[in-house]
């Protein structure tokens, strides 16, 4: 079967924003990162990227009770509790670190954080420093900036919070048992303080951040992926895995994606500098190498070929795809992956045939196992049925704590049988559910 040429940068409309309110429209630099994607900032009190500005915006990936009634409460780690300039269990020992500022904020510029902690500093915003060296343990998930411009503070998927530039420490949720992944954080207008959201929308204060509500106590459709805080600090939005937008406080909806047919996974929030808009951000609207964490052992030409792929689904027939025929393509597109890694496994279009394949001539696994780049994340409950084994994706990008980014065909969100091959994660596959809608249920290798 003859899949489609390597794809282009821009994507998606506008290069992976979508803006809302008076968010101006903009298209991002065509960066190349080593990970996905999880954060966009703009330097405060300037335009900054797609109009946006503000001490914050974040994304994906624990919360000790956030998952009950109430979610989180403000106060849930105490402020102090580590000394500045350690991050508790954060991804790596002495996980807060600062960096040497390359020269003052300027009157422009944004800056993008990628899982492996790496910093893109756009458009002539000052850089002062990052994670990625710091050979993390789990991904950076989010990102907020100090409101002079000076700092920026990174959180990992674990709770750890890292330090950079005029930014000060005032506790993480490193080391704290976490129900939910950490996904996002913001910053309070004197940066003095911060908040973090789990993926199952709990919210921990820190420093002078006031709580506003949670999400904690409701049924979400996917999960949270990141969070802003409004210009004055009196309120908050919290960022859905599908683009749905939640306000808390004086913090105001002004929209969100419905039914756009090349939508892929939301990963942040960009408010604009009056609190007046925001801009939401598709990581796919990038380049990637997932070269960092530098691979141990898998597959990299499944990965590869799986990359080459990311972009809508140009076919504009009902469950079309390059892969087969006209049906649900996700298990067509992993079974693709796999063939032009060199592995002989036969076309198929039910997930459970992967299970099965794999339970004979690789192995499979369940979902609590440290998978390797190129292994199948089988989502569902089991094997048995269309019902139960009911998505596939190919891992890209494996962390120390298990944490995959997944490359996935026929996912969205979107329009039924008018989906994408889109970039998922990071997450952890025992907690995807709050990451991918589902469950999974193996892990399968070639």
């Given at each position: 079967?003859?899949?489609?040429a390597?794809?282009?940068f821009?994507i998606?409309?506008?290069?992976?924003?979508?803006?809302?309110g008076?968010?101006?429209?903009?298209?991002p630099?065509?960066l190349?990162?080593?990970?996905?994607?999880?954060?966009?900032?703009?330097?405060?009190g300037?335009?900054?990227a797609a109009?946006?500005?503000?001490?914050?915006a974040?994304?994906?990936?624990?919360?000790?009770s956030?998952s009950?009634?109430?979610?989180?409460?403000?106060?849930?780690?105490?402020?102090?509790?580590?000394?500045p300039?350690?991050s508790p269990?954060?991804s790596?020992?002495g996980?807060?670190?600062?960096?040497?500022p390359?020269?003052?904020?300027?009157s422009?510029?944004?800056?993008v954080?990628?899982?492996?902690?790496?910093?893109?500093?756009v458009d002539?915003?000052?850089?002062?420093?990052?994670?990625?060296?710091?050979?993390?343990?789990?991904?950076?998930?989010g990102m907020?900036?100090t409101?002079?411009g000076h700092?920026y503070?990174?959180v990992?998927?674990?709770?750890?919070?890292f330090?950079?530039g005029?930014?000060?420490?005032?506790g993480?949720?490193?080391?704290k048992?976490?129900a939910?992944?950490?996904?996002g954080?913001?910053?309070?207008p004197?940066?003095?303080?911060?908040?973090?959201?789990?993926?199952?929308?709990?919210?921990?204060?820190?420093?002078?951040?006031?709580?506003?509500?949670?999400?904690?106590?409701k049924d979400?459709q996917?999960?949270?992926s990141?969070?802003?805080?409004?210009?004055?600090?009196?309120?908050?939005?919290?960022?859905e895995w599908n683009g749905a937008?939640f306000?808390?406080?004086t913090?105001?909806?002004?929209g969100?994606?419905?039914?756009?047919?090349?939508?892929s996974?939301?990963?942040a929030?960009v408010?604009?500098p009056d609190?007046?808009?925001?801009?939401?951000l598709?990581p796919?609207?990038f380049?990637?190498?997932?070269a960092d964490?530098?691979?141990?052992?898998?597959?990299?030409?499944i990965?590869?070929?799986?990359a080459?792929q990311?972009q809508p689904d140009?076919?504009?027939?009902?469950?079309?795809?390059?892969y087969?025929q006209c049906e649900?393509w996700?298990?067509l597109f992993?079974?693709?992956?796999w063939?032009?890694?060199?592995?002989p496994i036969p076309?198929?279009?039910?997930?459970?045939d992967?299970?099965?394949?794999?339970?004979?001539?690789g192995?499979v696994?369940?979902p609590?196992?440290?998978?390797?780049?190129?292994?199948a994340?089988?989502?569902g409950?089991?094997?048995q049925t269309?019902?139960?084994?009911?998505h596939v994706?190919v891992v890209?990008?494996?962390?120390?704590?298990?944490?995959?980014?997944t490359?996935?065909?026929d996912a969205?969100p979107?329009v039924?049988g008018?989906?994408?091959v889109?970039?998922?994660?990071?997450?952890?596959?025992?907690?995807?559910t709050?990451s991918?809608?589902?469950p999974?249920?193996?892990?399968a290798q070639?």
């Amino acid at each position: 079967m003859r899949a489609r040429a390597a794809r282009s940068f821009r994507i998606y409309p506008g290069g992976g924003i979508y803006e809302y309110g008076d968010a101006a429209q903009a298209v991002p630099d065509p960066l190349t990162l080593g990970a996905p994607a999880v954060a966009m900032v703009a330097v405060p009190g300037t335009a900054g990227a797609a109009g946006s500005g503000g001490a914050s915006a974040s994304t994906p990936g624990s919360s000790p009770s956030s998952s009950t009634p109430g979610g989180s409460t403000p106060g849930s780690s105490t402020p102090g509790a580590s000394t500045p300039g350690s991050s508790p269990g954060s991804s790596t020992p002495g996980g807060s670190t600062s960096g040497s500022p390359t020269g003052p904020p300027t009157s422009g510029g944004y800056w993008v954080a990628a899982a492996d902690g790496e910093v893109a500093a756009v458009d002539g915003a000052p850089y002062f420093g990052s994670a990625a060296e710091l050979h993390l343990y789990a991904p950076i998930v989010g990102m907020a900036a100090t409101p002079d411009g000076h700092g920026y503070w990174l959180v990992a998927l674990d709770g750890g919070v890292f330090t950079f530039g005029d930014a000060a420490f005032y506790g993480s949720m490193g080391g704290k048992h976490l129900a939910q992944p950490i996904v996002g954080m913001a910053a309070t207008p004197d940066g003095h303080g911060y908040w973090l959201v789990a993926a199952d929308g709990g919210v921990f204060t820190f420093g002078d951040a006031a709580f506003y509500g949670s999400l904690g106590a409701k049924d979400l459709q996917s999960g949270i992926s990141g969070m802003a805080a409004t210009p004055h600090g009196t309120g908050y939005w919290l960022l859905e895995w599908n683009g749905a937008v939640f306000p808390f406080g004086t913090a105001k909806s002004f929209g969100a994606p419905s039914g756009s047919p090349t939508a892929s996974p939301f990963k942040a929030i960009v408010p604009t500098p009056d609190g007046g808009g925001y801009a939401l951000l598709e990581p796919d609207g990038f380049d990637y190498t997932f070269a960092d964490p530098t691979p141990a052992g898998g597959y990299p030409k499944i990965v590869a070929a799986a990359a080459s792929q990311i972009q809508p689904d140009p076919d504009s027939g009902y469950f079309c795809s390059p892969y087969g025929q006209c049906e649900p393509w996700c298990a067509l597109f992993l079974t693709w992956a796999w063939q032009q890694g060199g592995i002989p496994i036969p076309s198929y279009a039910f997930v459970g045939d992967i299970y099965s394949w794999a339970a004979t001539h690789g192995r499979v696994l369940p979902p609590s196992a440290h998978a390797l780049a190129g292994d199948a994340v089988l989502y569902g409950t089991g094997p048995q049925t269309a019902s139960t084994a009911v998505h596939v994706g190919v891992v890209a990008q494996v962390w120390p704590d298990g944490a995959v980014v997944t490359i996935e065909g026929d996912a969205g969100p979107g329009v039924t049988g008018h989906l994408a091959v889109v970039v998922n994660g990071p997450f952890l596959p025992s907690d995807a559910t709050a990451s991918a809608n589902f469950p999974v249920f193996a892990l399968a290798q070639p």
